[in-house]
T-cell receptor
């Protein structure tokens, strides 16, 4: 089945210790997104790739970086995690960014990050 | 005013009842609209797109009211398994994706 896969599902790191979260997709979608979601809050878009074109949200801290080496994979690097970065990190894909159904997003199961 | 607003709930509804909730948005030029369902500690899953003409899928009906700038979700004959948080998502005229914080629905037997 075509899907969005995230690894690991749970990640524990120490304050300030870099961590990398990974996402892969078999949907062959053009767009990949990284979201941060905290309890009872809306998913917060960190950045997205349209193909290789990287788009950073204005309020995404520099502490968060991303790489998309090919269509299938996308990585989220947190250079120096703080306690406030503990959250669920969701990867999503969509076929395109045009109006309509192409914007429907398909999410991976998420990585729950704990910062000690 | 937030760009997208949802009543956080929870809506406590008896099984079999009909329930409806709205999502209001501030940017009149917003385009694509969607409803997602999110179970506790899980990822959001697409429930349905919201077209200008409305959209119906079984017990679920979504409507778009551009004049009043809101979308709605109606659930008929609610099931215990409908208990979840329902998130709205829209794309504005600048292709920015904006999410609501969700409405929590609890269906009681």
């Amino acid at each position: 089945d075509a899907m969005v896969i995230q690894n690991p599902r749970y990640q524990v790191t120490q304050f300030g210790k870099p961590v990398t979260l990974s996402c892969s997709q078999t949907l062959n979608h053009n767009v990949m997104y990284w979201y941060q979601q905290k309890s009872s809050q809306a998913p917060k878009l960190l950045f997205h790739y349209y193909d290789k074109d990287f788009n950073n949200e204005a309020d995404t801290p520099d502490n968060f970086q991303s790489r998309r080496p090919n269509t299938s994979f996308c990585f989220l690097d947190i250079r120096s995690p703080g306690l406030g970065d503990a959250a669920m990190y969701l990867c999503a894909t969509s076929r395109d960014l045009r109006e309509g159904q192409d914007n429907e997003q398909f999410f991976g199961p998420g990585t729950r990050l704990t910062v000690l | 005013r937030k760009e997208v607003e949802q009543d956080p709930g929870p809506f406590n509804v008896p099984e079999g009842a009909t329930v409806a909730f709205n999502c209001t948005y501030s940017n009149s030029a917003s385009q694509s609209f969607f409803w997602y369902r999110q179970d506790c500690r899980k990822e959001p899953k697409l429930l349905m797109s919201v077209y200008s003409s409305g959209n119906e899928d079984g017990r679920f009906t979504a409507q778009l009211n551009r004049a009043s700038q809101y979308i709605s979700l109606l659930i008929r004959d609610s099931k215990l398994s409908d208990s979840a948080t329902y998130l709205c998502d829209l794309m504005d005229s600048n292709y920015q994706l904006i999410w609501g914080a969700g409405t929590k629905l609890i269906i009681k037997p």
